[in-house]
């Protein structure tokens, strides 16, 4: 059997060997995917272990030499620089978190175990607690990440079928044809971008098919009744109006009769029958004597006189 190359304690390797000279706890690409190793008294073992066992108060931290595990991990350091593994720096960074914290808790857990009075001491037990759950949320941080990198990696190794349509499904699609040029699309894009007038339209009157009402003339109208002599109730006076606008116009034409004391009102109780008389004489009264409150929309409608109502 030829005779084994691997250098040991006593065989050192040769110095033509590639790379630089390996011990055996110099680390291997297992040992480096391991990690640190804590080598205590009390405890031999990854240094995620030795966090975890704090946790669980399987072990107490003042028990823990956090000098000599500083010490071995600057060598681990050291070593990792050796075989080229420059990129250790979240390891390290890691490390330092870690140890800055477990230092705080056992400078905290240091504390006489008494009666605590001393307002002093209470807040170094305070945040001697801050610093046990900032160690259980480093842990659920780390084992969540290792989660996300785990199914990353997983999902890594997936990729998507590219592969062409089927030529019998490929059959149910139409024909695509073009039959705009590009000059035509460019005139649809333009029209469809073009800023949009935000200005309001003016509201026009041609929809209002209905004519303006003269208050002046159904005065007249109302007032040639009344002169009759019988007294008639406005139901009587409006029974021959055809649009709303002829109801107004009367009613509004009867207010001014009733102002210029030519025609007086009589209604029993509130909302019963309401009964229109005329007072003046037959002679002395014609609509021209009628307020010039309408006038103005008489000429805005191009009637030229008398009061008018409209829509």
């Known amino acids: 059997m030829a005779p084994s190359l691997a250098p040991t304690a006593e065989t050192p390797a040769p110095a033509d060997a590639a790379?630089?000279?390996?011990t055996p706890d110099a680390g291997t690409s297992e040992s480096r995917k391991a990690g640190f190793e804590v080598r205590l008294a009390n405890f031999t073992g990854p240094f995620d272990l030795l966090l975890g066992l704090i946790s669980k108060h399987k072990l107490d931290i003042t028990e823990v030499a956090l000098a000599t595990v500083t010490d071995e991990f600057i060598k681990y350091i050291r070593r990792l620089q050796k075989l080229g593994e420059d990129w250790a720096l979240d390891e390290a960074s890691e490390f330092l978190v870690i140890a800055a914290t477990l230092l705080d808790l056992k400078a905290a857990r240091l504390l006489p175990a008494g009666e605590v009075e001393d307002a002093e001491d209470i807040a170094l037990l305070e945040a001697r607690d801050l610093l046990f759950a900032?160690?259980?949320?480093?842990?659920?941080?780390?084992?969540?990440?290792?989660?996300m990198g785990e199914t990353l990696e997983q999902e890594a190794r997936r990729y998507p079928r590219?592969?062409?349509?089927?030529?019998h499904f490929a059959a149910l699609l139409p024909e695509l044809v073009w039959r705009h040029t590009p000059g035509q699309f460019a005139e649809l894009a333009a029209k469809a971008l073009k800023p949009k007038d935000t200005a309001p339209a003016e509201v026009g009157l041609d929809h209002l098919?209905?004519?303006?009402?003269?208050?002046?003339?159904?005065?007249?109208?109302?007032?040639?009744?009344?002169?009759?002599?019988?007294?008639?109730?406005?139901?009587?006076l409006i029974a021959d109006a055809e649009t709303t606008l002829v109801v107004v116009a009367r009613f509004l034409a009867l207010l001014e009769m009733f102002r210029d004391r030519v025609v007086a009102f009589e209604q029993p109780e509130p909302l019963a029958l309401l009964t229109v008389r005329w007072t003046g004489e037959d002679a002395g009264w014609d609509s021209s004597s009628l307020s010039e409150e309408y006038e103005a929309g008489a000429e805005s409608h191009g009637t030229g006189s008398g009061e008018n109502v409209s829509e």
């Open 134 to 147: 900032r160690l259980l949320q480093y842990k659920a941080f780390k084992q969540v990440a290792g989660i």
């Open 209 to 236: 098919h209905a004519p303006p009402v003269s208050v002046k003339e159904q005065a007249e109208i109302m007032g040639y009744r009344l002169k009759l002599g019988a007294p008639l109730s406005f139901q009587t």
């Open 162 to 167: 590219q592969v062409a349509l089927e030529e």
């Open 19 to 22: 790379g630089p000279a390996v």
